[in-house]
């Protein structure tokens, strides 16, 4: 669901980063946990949906927030789909309708493991 996501992303935003601004899709089975932190000044936060996710195992992508929310907002349907091979590659996103035969292109940020 596009809107839904789309709040999400922009909620976990606020404690990302300020340079950075990355926000961390963790995907495993039927969810998706969207998690942002800051060390610098301690924040944290992070929320969970329902998804289909048809890839094998968990995986898990960064995408600069600000960015991400763009592409959502822009998007005219009320679902989309995200495409992935790599962490590091970059992601398609699709709306899904009659007549969106279009796809944005946003390339991922590298996730560092904390800790």
């Given at each position: 669901?596009?809107?839904e996501?789309q709040?999400?992303?922009?909620?976990?935003?606020?404690?990302?980063?300020?340079?950075?601004?990355q926000?961390?899709?963790?995907?495993d089975?039927g969810s998706?946990?969207?998690?942002?932190?800051?060390?610098?000044?301690?924040?944290?936060s992070?929320?969970s949906?329902?998804?289909?996710?048809e890839?094998e195992?968990?995986?898990?992508?960064?995408?600069?927030?600000?960015?991400?929310?763009?592409?959502?907002?822009?998007?005219?349907s009320?679902e989309?789909?995200?495409?992935?091979?790599?962490?590091?590659?970059?992601?398609?996103i699709?709306p899904?309708g009659e007549?969106l035969d279009?796809?944005?292109?946003?390339m991922p940020?590298?996730?560092?493991?904390?800790g």
């Amino acid at each position: 669901n596009r809107a839904e996501f789309q709040e999400i992303v922009k909620r976990i935003s606020a404690f990302a980063n300020n340079r950075t601004r990355q926000v961390r899709l963790a995907m495993d089975g039927g969810s998706v946990e969207i998690s942002a932190s800051d060390p610098s000044t301690g924040s944290e936060s992070r929320e969970s949906f329902a998804i289909t996710h048809e890839g094998e195992g968990p995986f898990n992508i960064g995408f600069n927030g600000q960015y991400l929310a763009e592409v959502l907002n822009m998007c005219p349907s009320e679902e989309v789909i995200l495409k992935m091979n790599s962490p590091v590659g970059a992601c398609i996103i699709e709306p899904i309708g009659e007549g969106l035969d279009f796809f944005f292109l946003l390339m991922p940020l590298r996730l560092v493991e904390e800790g």
